[in-house]
Every structure is written in structure tokens, then in C-alpha cells.
């Protein structure tokens, strides 16, 4: 797996937290939200084009990925 709470796979990505997205207005569009953090703006440069992001990625449904940042 690419990351989870108890250990991260890729060594910049600083924390990871996810859980079910619960939106009160009803725009439950995305079903899993994943909420990263970097230390530097290098840090997340380096995450994008990481082998397990890539295919982290695909592992994801497509509406999912629709609204990948």
C-alpha cells in the first residue's frame, strides 16, 4: 500500500490521514477522502511522480480520480 496511519511507504509524504467523506451539504461525490501532508513544496514534487502514487492512482475508481489535487 502506499501509505496508511501506522507507516508511509513514500518517505515525503510527512502525514496521512483518510476516512469517509461525510458531506453535510450532500455533495458526496468522493467516498474516501485522503488528506496528505509535505514538509516543502519539494517534498510534494517528488510524491507526484513516485511509482506508488502512479499506481496508488489507478487503484482508485474513476470518479475518484476525477478529483485528484
Same mark, same amino acid.
Given at each position: 500500500?502506499? $501509505?496508511?496511519?501506522?507507516?508511509?511507504?513514500?518517505?515525503?509524504?510527512?502525514?496521512?490521514?483518510?476516512?469517509?467523506?461525510?458531506? #453535510?451539504?450532500?455533495?458526496?461525490?468522493?467516498?474516501?477522502?485522503? $488528506?496528505?501532508? $509535505?514538509?516543502?513544496?519539494?517534498?510534494?514534487?517528488?510524491?507526484? #511522480?513516485?511509482?506508488?502514487?502512479?499506481? $496508488?492512482?489507478?487503484?482508485? #475508481? #474513476?470518479?475518484?480520480?476525477?478529483?485528484?489535487?
Amino acid at each position: 500500500m502506499l $501509505f496508511n496511519t501506522s507507516g508511509i511507504k513514500i518517505k515525503e509524504i510527512s502525514s496521512c490521514e483518510w476516512g469517509i467523506n461525510k458531506s #453535510p451539504e450532500g455533495l458526496n461525490k468522493v467516498h474516501i477522502v485522503f $488528506f496528505l501532508t $509535505f514538509n516543502s513544496r519539494e517534498d510534494k514534487a517528488i510524491y507526484l #511522480p513516485h511509482t506508488d502514487h502512479k499506481v $496508488f492512482r489507478t487503484l482508485l #475508481p #474513476p470518479i475518484q480520480r476525477m478529483f485528484w489535487y
